[in-house]
Nanobody, 116 residues
Framework: QVHLVESGGGLVQPGGSLRLSCVASGNISSIFAMGWYRQPPGKPRELAAAIRLGGVANYPTATKGRFTISRDNEKNTLSLQMDNLKPEGTGVYYC??????????WGQGTRVTVSS
């Protein structure tokens, strides 16, 4: 199975930018749709952005216009460019298969803190 490792999190001020990376140990071309998820402190995990194998992306209202998801199926990487970050963007960010994401598939994630 594909193993995913997230990186790039950190502390940023509101309005700032951050780019997250996800490196896969396997071939992500076998995954039809992937997503970046985030889990705010004390709240359930939620989808921040999703992308299909061919590159079509979808965003919820909370991130649309500010986040950009991309994937490189040859390098087996998934990225998330986050611009104009807001305090509610604080949380642990994870990358995963959009459809096959049972409890055992989640990694450590990367922590993002948006604060002054």
């Amino acid at each position: 199975q594909v193993h995913l490792v997230e990186s790039g999190g950190g502390l940023v001020q509101p309005g700032g930018s951050l780019r997250l990376s996800c490196v896969a140990s396997g071939n992500i071309s076998s995954i039809f749709a992937m997503g970046w998820y985030r889990q705010p402190p004390g709240k359930p995990r939620e989808l921040a952005a999703a992308i299909r194998l061919g590159g079509v992306a979808n965003y919820p209202t909370a991130t649309k216009g500010r986040f950009t998801i991309s994937r490189d199926n040859e390098k087996n990487t998934l990225s998330l460019q986050m611009d104009n970050l807001k305090p509610e963007g604080t949380g642990v960010y994870y990358c995963n298969d959009l459809w096959d994401n049972s409890d055992s598939t989640w990694g450590q994630g990367t922590r993002v803190t948006v604060s002054s």
